[in-house]
C-alpha cells in the first residue's frame, strides 16, 4: 500500500508568515493528491484538489503543489483562522485512499 | 444544500456489532462514489472504506478488512457500514463523506457529516 508522510508534525508561526507543509507519497500518485483542513472540534474541509487545485471558496492565500511523489501546501500569509491540522489525502484508483498523518498549525 | 447525516453509533462490547447509516439529501446520490472515515480521540483522520455509485467498486483499509461491510442503497439516498467483530482500536467519530467527483471511484471529499461516535468497550 502506499504510505502518506507529512512533515512536520507540527509548527508554530507568527501571522503574516508564509508557510509550507510537505507530502510525500511512497509511490508515484501523478497529481491525486488532496488537502484538507480540520480546525479544533470541526469537521475536515477540503482545500486543494488535484494537488493544485482551490476548491471554491478557499481563501487564495493556500496554495497546493507537486506531482508524483512529493507535495507541498502553501499558506502565504498565516492567519489566526488558520490555526488547524491539515492532511494530506492520496486519491488514485487502487481502491484505497490514504491520509497522511498531520500536521498541526499554531501561532507563535 | 449538500448534507450528510450519520446516525447508528454508540456504546458497543467487544466482539459485538453495529450498523451506521448516513442520509444524504442535496445531491443526486447515486452519480457519486461515498466512502467512511474514521477519527480516533486525538488522532488523524483514517479512511475505511469507499463504494462506487453504482457499488461495482468497494474497497476496505487493511484494519478493518473481513469485519466491516459498506453498502448504500440508492433508493433512499442512503449509505451504510456493517461493523461486526468490534475492537476497542475501532473507537473513534465516524464521518461519512463524499465523493467530489461524479461517476469515477477516485476522487477527494468535498463534503462530510458531522460523524456519529462508536465506543468500543466492555
Redesign the interface.
Same mark, same amino acid.
Given at each position: 500500500d502506499i504510505q502518506m508522510t507529512q512533515s512536520p508534525s507540527s509548527l508554530s508561526a507568527s501571522v503574516g508568515d508564509r508557510v509550507t507543509i510537505t507530502c510525500r507519497a511512497s509511490q508515484g500518485i501523478s497529481n491525486y493528491l488532496a488537502w484538507y483542513q480540520q480546525k479544533p472540534g470541526k469537521v475536515p474541509k477540503l482545500l486543494i484538489y488535484a494537488a493544485s487545485t482551490l476548491q471554491s471558496g478557499v481563501p487564495s492565500r493556500f496554495s497546493g503543489s507537486g506531482s508524483g511523489t512529493d507535495f507541498t501546501l502553501t499558506i502565504s500569509s498565516l492567519q489566526p483562522e488558520d490555526v488547524a491540522t491539515y492532511y494530506c489525502q492520496k486519491y488514485n484508483s487502487a481502491l484505497t485512499w490514504t491520509f497522511g498523518q498531520g500536521t498541526k498549525v499554531e501561532i507563535k | 444544500e449538500v448534507q450528510l447525516v450519520e446516525s447508528g453509533g454508540g456504546l458497543v462490547q467487544p466482539g459485538r456489532s453495529l450498523r451506521l447509516s448516513c442520509a444524504a439529501s442535496g445531491f443526486t446520490f447515486d452519480d457519486y462514489a461515498m466512502?467512511w472515515?474514521r477519527q480516533a480521540p486525538g488522532k488523524?483522520?483514517?479512511?475505511v472504506s =469507499?463504494i462506487s455509485w453504482n457499488s461495482g *467498486?468497494? =474497497?476496505y483499509?487493511?484494519s478493518v478488512k473481513g469485519r466491516f461491510t459498506i453498502s448504500r442503497d440508492n433508493a433512499k439516498n442512503s449509505l451504510y457500514l456493517q461493523m461486526n467483530s468490534l475492537r476497542a482500536e475501532d473507537t473513534a467519530l465516524y464521518?461519512c463523506a463524499k465523493n467530489?467527483e461524479a461517476v469515477?471511484?477516485? =476522487? *477527494?471529499?468535498?463534503y462530510?457529516?458531522?460523524?456519529t461516535l462508536v465506543t468500543v468497550s466492555s
Open positions: - | 466512502h472515515v488523524g483522520l483514517e479512511w =469507499g *467498486s468497494i =474497497g483499509a487493511d464521518y467530489k469515477t471511484v477516485a =476522487g *477527494s471529499f468535498d462530510w457529516g458531522q460523524g
